[in-house]
């Protein structure tokens, strides 16, 4: 291995990493440091995600790479919502091949050798409600939506004139028992943030046909 492959493996505890990381391992110059860090994206022993941004080449990770982790550190802030946090809690049975995010920048996609990466903006005021920080402290953390909240994301930001448990049904195939699962409260606290007659709408004849307490 060459010196920066032996620089972040003994010094940094994540496989990936940031150029701010590696300033402080490699000594000299910033010419001395780039020429390093082309040398060792060349020779394959680390992965350019994006500007200033790397990790690991596959054999020299210590753990498998986790997507929603790296999405984290590719834009922010932002969170995984939308197909992948649906698919993640189980609510659509369909594979999400691009990781899926909410964030309170511009949206932007970008594509990695490692995988591809979406962000769609929603206003600040709705950012934070239902986001849980997930991961581990020797992985890193990342933050997601509970799947109630990344399917209002997903009927905001696609527009979806939907109007209750049918049309998410047949649409997302979601089972009504993933609906039944969802505590009353989340409902009402979610109409109170979205900014949105549609998603608010959906929401409420979602509450409504369900019914009951849960």
């Not at 932002?78 to 698919?87: D, H, N, P």
């Not at 206003?123 to 992985?139: H, N, T, W």
Request: aromatic share 12%; charged share 25%; net charge positive.
């Amino acid at each position: 291995m060459n010196k920066i492959i032996d620089l972040v493996i003994q010094k940094i505890p994540y496989d990936v990493f940031s150029h701010a990381a590696l300033i402080n391992l490699i000594p000299g110059s910033k010419d001395r440091r780039y020429a390093m860090i082309k040398r060792a994206i060349a020779s394959k022993e680390i992965i350019h995600l994006r500007k200033g941004l790397y990790c690991l080449a596959p054999k020299y990770r210590r753990y498998p790479l986790d997507l929603f982790e790296i999405a984290q550190k590719i834009y922010g802030p932002s969170y995984i919502s939308l197909e992948s946090s649906l698919a993640y809690h189980g609510w659509i049975p369909e594979a999400v091949h691009t990781v899926t995010s909410v964030c309170v920048c511009r949206s932007k996609d970008f594509k990695t050798p490692v995988g591809n990466f979406s962000y769609r903006r929603v206003p600040l005021k709705i950012f934070y409600e239902d986001v849980e920080a997930m991961g581990s402290a020797q992985r890193g953390i990342f933050l997601m939506a509970r799947p109630l909240k990344a399917l209002a994301d997903y009927v905001y930001l696609y527009r979806k004139e939907w109007e209750g448990l049918t049309s998410a049904m047949n649409s997302l195939r979601i089972d009504i028992e993933s609906f039944q699962s969802v505590p009353k409260k989340e409902f009402r606290e979610l109409k109170k943030i979205y900014p949105s007659k549609r998603v608010c709408r959906f929401l409420g004849s979602i509450e409504k046909e369900l019914g009951g307490e849960r």
